[in-house]
C-alpha cells in the first residue's frame, strides 16, 4: 500500500501510525511524504520506507501569505508532485490512501485511476467534510459571506469555489495522463466514503449524506525517551506548565513566550517552552523556565500540570489521552473546532482570540489548573481510543481481499 501526504506534523504523523499498523497486520507499505528533515527523522524512527514528495513544508508554512504571487506555484507543484513522485511510486501497488489540501488529494485520487487501483481518502479533523451542522472553512483568499447562515448552500459554495481554484489544474494534468476531466473537484477528492481518523469522544461525527467511516485517530506509538536534562528539569519541583505550538508559526502574537511564562509565574508555577515553528525561547536567565526541542509527547504529557496549545488535532488528542488538562489558543483552521470540543468536555479551556494577554492566559490557567477540571481530563483520558490505526488498517486490508 502506498500512503501520501503533505502538510505539517499534524498531517504527517497520523499517516505514519497508519504505515506502523499496517505493517504489523502484514502489509507492505511505502509512505510519501514531504522531504523536511524533522519529518523524515520521525519517519525513519518508525522503520518506515519513506519517499520524499514535494518542497518542504516549513517555508510555505511560514512565508506564503493569502493572495501571494507565489501561491499558485506552489499549489501547482504539490499537483504535480502526485502525478509524478506518487505515481512512481505508487506502481505495483494495490491502494492509495492520501490526505493533505486538496491540490494533493485530488491529485491522488486521479494518479489511483490511472494506475487501476483502490483510492481511500482520509481526514484527520472533520472541519473541511461537508456538513449541515458547520459552515465550511474559508478557502486561502477566498472568505464566505458573512450572511449567509445557510450551511447547505455554503458548501455548495466551497465546492464552487474549489473547482475556480483547482479545477482546471487538475484536468490539465489528468488530460496529460490520459485522463477525462471531472467536476466538483472537492467531491471528486474526498470520495462518498472518506475514512475520517478522529477520536469519536473528542469529536463525534454527527450523521450526513457522506458514509464517513470513523476509526479514531491514527496514533505513531512512541517509545523515545525524555531527555535527561528534561528529566532533571521535570523531577526538581511540582509538575510545570507546558506550552507549546507545534507547526504554527504563532506570527499573530509574537510575544507568546513572554506572556505565556508571565501568566504562568502569576499562577506559581514552572514554565515548559516546546521551541516548534514558532522559535520560542526563554525570555531570561532563571532556572523556573526549560526549553525543549522535538520530544516525545506520550511520555511528556503525563508528567506536565497543564498543556497550552494551538489546538491542532494531534496535540489535542495527545493531551486528552495523557489526562491533561488544557488550555488552547486556536489561530485558525480546525483549531476552534478542538479548543471548543475542549472546552465543551470540561477537560480545560479554550482561550477567547489567538493573541493572549497575561491576564486572559493566566484566568485561563486558573480553571485549567482547578482539581476539578483534572478530574475531568483524567476521566475522559480512559475513554479515548488507543487503536485507531489498527481499525483503519484492517479495513484497508478488507477492501484489498
Given amino acids: 500500500m502506498v500512503l501520501s501526504t503533505y502538510g ?44 520524499p514528495t514535494g518542497r518542504p513544508v516549513r517555508p510555505l508554512v511560514t512565508t506564503v501569505a493569502p493572495g501571494s504571487a507565489g501561491l499558485a506555484q506552489r499549489v501547482a507543484d504539490l499537483m504535480a508532485a502526485q502525478f509524478e ?183 506559581g508555577r514552572r514554565a515548559l517552552l516546546a521551541r516548534g515553528w514558532a522559535d520560542l525561547g526563554p525570555v531570561d536567565d532563571r532556572d523556573d523556565c526549560f526549553v525543549v526541542g522535538e520530544v516525545n509527547h506520550q511520555a511528556l504529557f503525563r508528567r506536565v500540570a497543564v498543556v497550552v496549545h494551538h489546538g491542532s488535532g494531534g496535540t489535542t488528542t495527545a493531551a486528552t489521552r495523557a489526562g491533561a488538562p488544557q488550555v488552547v489558543v486556536p489561530q485558525g483552521a480546525d483549531q476552534p473546532y478542538w479548543a471548543g470540543r475542549v472546552s465543551d468536555l470540561g477537560i480545560g479551556v479554550a482561550h477567547e482570540g489567538p493573541r493572549p494577554s497575561v491576564e486572559s492566559l493566566s484566568v485561563a490557567l486558573e480553571t485549567a489548573l482547578a482539581p476539578e477540571t483534572l478530574a475531568r481530563a483524567t476521566a475522559v483520558a480512559g475513554t479515548v481510543r488507543p487503536d485507531g490505526a489498527t481499525v483503519a488498517a484492517k479495513l484497508l486490508l478488507d477492501i484489498v481481499g
Avoid at 498531517?11 to 511524504?33: I, Q, T
Avoid at 521535570?234 to 513572554?258: C, E, H, K, N, Q
Fill in 85 to 267: 513522485t506518487v505515481a512512481a511510486a505508487a506502481e505495483g501497488g494495490d491502494v492509495l490512501v492520501a490526505t493533505g489540501p486538496l491540490p494533493v488529494t485530488a491529485g491522488a485520487r486521479s494518479v489511483a485511476e490511472r494506475l487501476g487501483i483502490r483510492y481511500a481518502h482520509a481526514s484527520h479533523q472533520p472541519v473541511v467534510l461537508p456538513s449541515p451542522y458547520r459552515r465550511p472553512p474559508a478557502r486561502r483568499g477566498r472568505p464566505l459571506p458573512e450572511e449567509v447562515t445557510d450551511n447547505r448552500v455554503l458548501w455548495d459554495l466551497d465546492a464552487r469555489i474549489a473547482d475556480e481554484m483547482f479545477g482546471e489544474m487538475l484536468n490539465a494534468q489528468r488530460a496529460a495522463a490520459g485522463l477525462p476531466p471531472v467536476s466538483r473537484v472537492r467531491d471528486y477528492a474526498f470520495t462518498e466514503r472518506p475514512f475520517l481518523a478522529s477520536d469519536p469522544v473528542l469529536d463525534p461525527w454527527r450523521p450526513t449524506g457522506l458514509d464517513v467511516v470513523q476509526t479514531g485517530a491514527w496514533i505513531l506509538p512512541d517509545e523515545r525517551p525524555l531527555p535527561a536534562e528534561l528529566l532533571e528539569f521535570l523531577d526538581a519541583g511540582a509538575p510545570p506548565v507546558y506550552v507549546g505550538f507545534g507547526s504554527t508559526p504563532m506570527g499573530g502574537a509574537p510575544d507568546i513566550a513572554r506572556v505565556a511564562v508571565e501568566a504562568i509565574r502569576a499562577r
Fill in 8 to 51: 505539517a506534523r499534524g498531517s504527517v504523523e497520523p499517516m505514519a501510525g497508519l504505515a506502523v499498523a499496517l505493517r504489523e497486520v502484514g502489509a507492505e507499505v511505502r509512505v510519501c511524504a514531504p522531504p523536511d528533515e524533522e519529518f523524515a527523522e520521525r519517519l525513519a524512527e518508525a522503520g518506515l520506507a519513506v519517499v
